[in-house]
């Protein structure tokens, strides 16, 4: 059964960071670009940072630009994304999500994709 597994969301106060985790099982990531996207309540689903499956090229929202670092572990069959100076307007349930597009923004600016997680809830609050 292919799936991906978001882990490491919480309750963090503004200013504070949190890593993210997309992990992969029933298939390899090695060929997939991938891509973590946030749904706020009541907002559309949004890309926030993608990473190509090829040479590792990165694409950032230009709200997060700065803030938050897309990698990833092939050996691991893992992506990280590594939150810094959250704000409160962070908040979301952030998805990853797989696909094979012909560009890493392709693969941010469209909500169309193979697959998905499930999901995990971030929270920017004092």
């Known amino acids: 059964q292919l799936q991906l597994v978001e882990s490491g969301g919480g309750l963090v106060q503004p200013g504070g960071s949190l890593r993210l985790s997309c992990a992969a099982s029933g298939f390899t990531l090695d060929y997939y670009a991938i891509g973590w996207f946030r749904q706020a309540p009541g907002k559309e689903r949004e890309g926030v940072s993608c990473?190509?499956?090829?040479?590792?090229?990165?694409y950032y929202a230009d709200s997060v630009k700065g803030r938050f670092t897309i990698s990833r572990d092939n050996a691991k069959n893992t992506v990280f994304l590594q939150m810094n100076s959250l704000k409160p307007e962070d908040t979301a349930v952030y998805y990853c999500?797989?696909?094979?597009?012909?560009?890493?923004?392709?693969?941010?600016?469209?909500?169309?994709?193979?697959?998905w997680g499930q999901g995990t809830q971030v929270t920017v609050s004092s």
């Open positions: 990473i190509s499956s090829s040479d590792g090229s990165t």
């Open positions: 999500a797989a696909d094979r597009p012909p560009t890493v923004q392709a693969m941010c600016v469209s909500i169309i994709r193979d697959y």
